[in-house]
């Protein structure tokens, strides 16, 4: 079976890519205007490691989801005072004229990992650290026996301006948050949902909210539908397979010019990919005449002209 792939080092056509490309993970994309934003983890694991190597997070952005540039680290752990490693799936959203990057991190001082934030003026920053403290520590979710249960932070703006911030590994969590974007605004919550492992993606397409995950693992993406962001939400199913020699698996669902995509990490990179060692893919996302996804067809050629 082929599997997908469209790495950001194939996408630039780039012989200097090509000879040392550039692992990207755990994407998050944003339309802005007429241009598309794609902010990735980075691994740099050499091919004897056996486990993540972060440190950073990547930008890229294209205007027709085939010529994209790059534009580099715009953002890393040691931006965080509070952090001291680990720069793991991260979310951009904008609001009112301003960027807010939510990141996954390991904490400096209190055990596990966090969620901060950092915010700029522009999609490509400069982010500065919008706290000086985190969002969500790994002591406000005691009600599960890992340290990596508050990862993969993911916000939704709603209609009614309510942004709300999902996130979580085996227990998915969500809270509102402030006007500010930069503090919770209640509770936490948990939201239920069979076999959840991680990766939270919300998006919302006419009236009906889609709540996308990693599933099982070796991780497949599963989703569920409901008319309210608050749920309770209906399984639907199976949205993507098992990605090309990565049991982990983390997507990013973008409408860009009249055409959805289904925008994940695989490691069937043929520049020497693998577990630790992921690139980007990018597939065409289409909906059922009841609301339903279609299950992502992957390929091995991606986007190859726009949709």
């Known amino acids: 079976m082929k599997k997908a792939l469209l790495s950001i080092c194939l996408v630039f056509n780039s012989a200097a890519f090509a000879a040392n490309p550039v692992f990207t993970a755990d994407p998050a994309a944003i339309v802005h205007q007429d241009t598309v934003y794609l902010y990735t983890g980075h691994d740099v694991a050499k091919d004897n490691k056996t486990f993540f190597e972060m440190h950073d997070w990547l930008v890229f952005s294209s205007k027709d989801m085939l010529n994209w540039t790059e534009h580099g680290s715009k953002l890393a752990v040691k931006d965080f005072s509070w952090a001291k490693g680990d720069a793991w799936a991260s979310h951009v959203i904008e609001k009112e004229g301003k960027f807010y990057w939510y990141v996954t991190a390991r904490h400096a001082t ?31 979710t005691t009600d599960t026996d890992i340290d990596w249960d508050d990862i993969d932070p993911a916000v939704f703006i709603d209609d009614d ?22 503090e919770l605004d209640g509770p ?10 991680e990766a939270l993606w919300v998006h919302k397409k006419d009236k009906t909210y889609y709540l996308s995950y990693a ?29 090309g020699n990565s049991p982990t698996n983390h997507q990013a669902i973008i409408e860009f010019k009249g055409k959805s ?6 490691g069937a990179s043929q520049n020497g990919g693998g577990e630790f060692r992921r690139t980007v893919a990018i597939d065409p996302l289409y909906y059922n005449q009841d609301g339903t996804i279609k299950r992502i067809q992957m390929t091995t050629e991606g986007i190859i002209s726009a949709q």
């Not at 309210?228 to 397979?241: A, H, S, T, V």
Request: a positive charge; aromatic letters at 14%.
């Open 110 to 140: 209190i055990n596990g990992f966090a969620i901060g934030v950092a915010v700029a003026n522009s999609p490509l920053g400069p982010f500065k650290d919008a706290r000086g403290t985190a969002l969500i520590t790994n002591d406000m």
């Open 261 to 266: 995509y289904f925008i994940y990490h695989t």
């Open 215 to 243: 599933s099982g693992f070796p991780e497949k993406i599963a989703y569920a539908t409901s008319d309210n962001i608050k749920g309770p939400w209906k399984y639907q199913g199976i949205l993507n397979e098992v990605a």
């Open 161 to 182: 301006k309510q942004a709300y911030i999902f996130w979580g590994n085996s227990k998915p969590r969500y809270a509102k948050l402030k006007s500010n974007m930069i």
């Open 188 to 197: 936490i919550h948990t939201i239920d949902v069979p076999n959840f492992t």
